[in-house]
């Protein structure tokens, strides 16, 4: 497998972007709704699944872009093509607060296992499909199903994180304890369990759920500080109630009558 070499540069520090200079004929792909921006030389065009050569002929692209589907992804991604004679640009944005990872997979054996929506954009060649769980408590508590997102090959690819990101080099045997939701991806061997909090009033009323993930070293792993669904959470519980405008608008007291109601929750 020869992924394309690509050149990047990321911009932002919360709302970043990344940059991807393009060589004549060189292919990025990225997943739908990434787009930013282009040079006038790139042609875009949409394509079944990661237009790796992995898999050929019209059932195996069928049954790669099916994969996606299991990952909650588009059976489409698209497909951006330098077709001037000089290097062009095209980017790429994070769609929530964070951070951008950029991975290159040579220096991971060849594989990174992340989170299903992680998963921004690569040089052509590189391939993205599923990773099945073989453990049972994994797939059935560990928030991301039996099913997380596996990217395969030997060039660049790059996964946006929610919050401030933490990475994490694990000594083999070394045991690392992380909710489940935070978790953004790991190298491939690292050990991936969920273990059970335990204890009645920590199961009752400890409010940080009843499980969380184990990662067994040795190998790298990625942690984000603020997952989307903790932050959709947030904005849904701050929402104004029955259809109306927040009552603290115009008033006198504004935030402090929330705060003395009990209606402010962070």
Do not use: W
């Not at 006038?40 to 949409?46: C, Y």
């Not at 299991?70 to 944005?93: D, P, Y």
């Not at 405008?245 to 402010?264: Q, V, Y």
């Amino acid at each position: 497998m020869q992924a394309h070499e690509i050149d990047y540069h990321i911009y932002g520090e919360e709302m970043q972007y990344v940059e991807i200079e393009l060589d004549p004929q060189e292919i990025v792909i990225a997943e739908t709704g990434s787009f930013m921006m282009m040079d006038n030389n790139i042609q875009m065009e949409t394509i079944f699944g990661d237009g790796s050569e992995q898999q050929s002929g019209l059932f195996g692209k069928l049954l790669n872009a099916g994969k996606r589907v299991l990952t909650g992804e588009s059976l489409f991604m698209t497909a951006f093509i330098n077709q001037n004679n000089t290097k062009s640009k095209v980017s790429f944005a994070a769609p929530y607060p964070g951070k951008i990872i950029p991975i290159d997979l040579t220096q991971f054996g060849g594989k990174f296992i992340c989170q299903k929506d992680s998963f921004l954009c690569a040089a052509k060649g590189v391939s993205i499909g599923i990773e099945f769980s073989k453990k049972l408590g994994r797939g059935l508590f560990g928030g991301e199903g039996f099913i997380m997102q596996k990217i395969e090959g030997d060039g660049m690819a790059f996964v946006h994180t929610g919050g401030t990101l933490a990475k994490k080099e694990l000594a083999a045997g070394e045991i690392l304890k992380v909710d489940t939701g935070c978790i953004v991806g790991f190298t491939k061997d690292v050990d991936y369990d969920i273990e059970f909090i335990g204890g009645i009033k920590n199961s009752i009323f400890g409010g940080e759920g009843l499980f969380y993930a184990t990662l067994r070293g040795p190998g790298t792993v990625y942690v984000q500080s603020l997952p989307f669904s903790r932050l959709a959470d947030r904005i849904i519980a701050s929402a104004p109630k029955s259809g109306g405008s927040n009552r603290d608008e115009g008033s006198l007291l504004g935030g402090l009558g929330s705060l003395l109601d009990g209606e402010r929750r962070f």
